[in-house]
């Protein structure tokens, strides 16, 4: 069986051992999309002459620190077109503060019509509590947009999926039943693998792809497809993703 591995989102920086998870990556040939928190950080790591195989950096903005980096918003700006990938980006309410949600949405707002020049954008969303939110600010975008560990209502999913959006789910989803009811709900078109390492179980100390695995296993018995079939049909969702 050719396995095929990927993660479509994951924090790489955020491990003590970084040059250790990325050689791991190249070595086991995941297509991967690593994700930044912050543009600042993109800045970083984009300026060590970022040159891998299977790696992507993303340039990000995470929700939950836009509002203490607002500034940063120039650097995006700075180096938005020196990739395809984008994220993490998106709204987190899981932060009550009104005034911090407002300026959230300015700042995804920016980010959104910033990307909506260039139809080859990939942009991966946290959309946390704040789904509704996040669609309607996504509304005329026409690049590709993943939902990544999307946890929201099956209406807004329903929404999601008419609108082509794809959905990275990871093995932390599949351990409880929310998760599992809104993987069940998404046509296997339209799933693609991610760790959102190292916040998921297994994963807060070192990088491994074993989450790939129980990933397969659980989509195989649950949409009742062979698993050398499975690990086809999400290859040929990430293929068409980069379209
Ligand atoms: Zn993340």
Redesign the pocket.
Known sequence: MTKFNMDA???FDLYKNRQDVLNYIEENKSYTIA?T?LPDLYKRYYGEDWNYKYIRLALGF?PELVSQYEDQIDIFKDFLQTTRFI??VGLDYSIKSEENRKKQREVFRQIVNLCQKDKKKIV?V?SRRAESDCLSILYEFEGKVIL??YTGSLHNLATALSRGYYFSINQQMIKNQNGRNIIDKIPIERIIL?S?AP?TVGLDLNYNLVFVNELIAYLSLKKNIDKAVLYMQIKDNFRKLLL
């Open positions: 989102h994951m924090h994700v928190n995470h994220g993490e991966s946290h990544h560990w991610e959102d916040f």
